[in-house]
């Protein structure tokens, strides 16, 4: 066990697993947040790097599923109609995940939880943005935001879920979109982070091992969504990200 998880207890090993099971479950119900959840779980008891580490697998592995779960061919045309987005993000994204080993843990857990509170806060309260039409200087912003804040953190979705619902997005496009955007976010950050060294020989098992159980909540959390009503979910969701974005601020203000 310690020659596999060197840096994890046993028992911080299986809270780990039951919050990948929780952060796969919100995933499957809306599409997005799993990163935030393990984020925001995960560094309840270890170094907001490690919970880095343990996202980046797991979240590659239940974007591919989702990015696909419509076929290849409507995988592909989502990846063409948002290329501007995805090549913006990308470069912020490798960029800015360069800065995490500098960045203090504070300072990371803030660049966080504010904008995902802000977020949550608008949606909770009823307010959208609204945009009649694509316009690429708002989509270049827009990926390039998410981006930054994938490369630092793990966590692109806020952003991006804004972004698509200001563009009054289909429910079932959105949640395939979501998918290539957050699978191809997931590659970018992947190999960013096994060149910042965040995603090591130590951290990868860990990594690996979340994968499962980030599976079986999103299998879950999809079956649900089948069955009861998907605004009373997202309401629901959007109140744990809030609570979520208020814990990694209150972690970040007190240390």
């Not at 919050?19 to 779980?41: Q, R």
Request: net charge positive; charged share 10%; glycine share 10%.
């Amino acid at each position: 066990m310690e020659t596999l998880f060197p840096l994890l207890s046993p028992y911080e090993l299986g809270l780990a697993a039951l919050i990948a099971i929780l952060a796969g479950f919100v995933k499957g119900v809306v599409g997005f947040a799993m990163p935030l959840v393990f984020i925001s779980g995960l560094t309840i008891f270890m170094p907001p790097e490690l919970a880095l580490a343990g996202l980046i697998v797991p979240t590659l592995v239940t974007n591919a599923h989702q990015a696909l779960r419509q076929g290849m061919h409507a995988a592909v045309r989502s990846t063409i109609d948002f290329r501007v987005f995805l090549v913006c993000g990308g470069v912020a994204l490798i960029a800015c995940a360069q800065l995490v080993r500098i960045f203090p843990d504070q300072v990371m857990l803030a660049v966080i939880g504010v904008p995902v509170t802000f977020f949550a806060l608008l949606q909770l309260g009823g307010y959208t943005f609204k945009l009649s039409r694509r316009n690429t200087r708002v989509e270049v912003v827009a990926g390039a935001v998410a981006g930054a804040l994938g490369g630092l953190s793990g966590i692109w979705g806020p952003p991006t879920v804004a972004y698509l619902t200001a563009l009054n997005t289909p429910k079932h496009e959105q949640m395939r979109i979501q998918g290539v955007i957050y699978g191809l976010g997931a590659v970018a950050l992947l190999f960013a982070h096994v060149g910042s060294g965040v995603l090591r020989a130590e951290t990868i098992g860990f990594s690996l091992a979340m994968v499962p159980t980030a599976y079986l909540g999103m299998s879950i959390g999809m079956a649900f969504t089948d069955r009861i009503d998907q605004m009373a979910f997202r309401r629901a969701t959007l109140a744990v990200l809030l609570v979520a974005g208020l814990n990694l601020i209150r972690r970040a203000w007190l240390g």
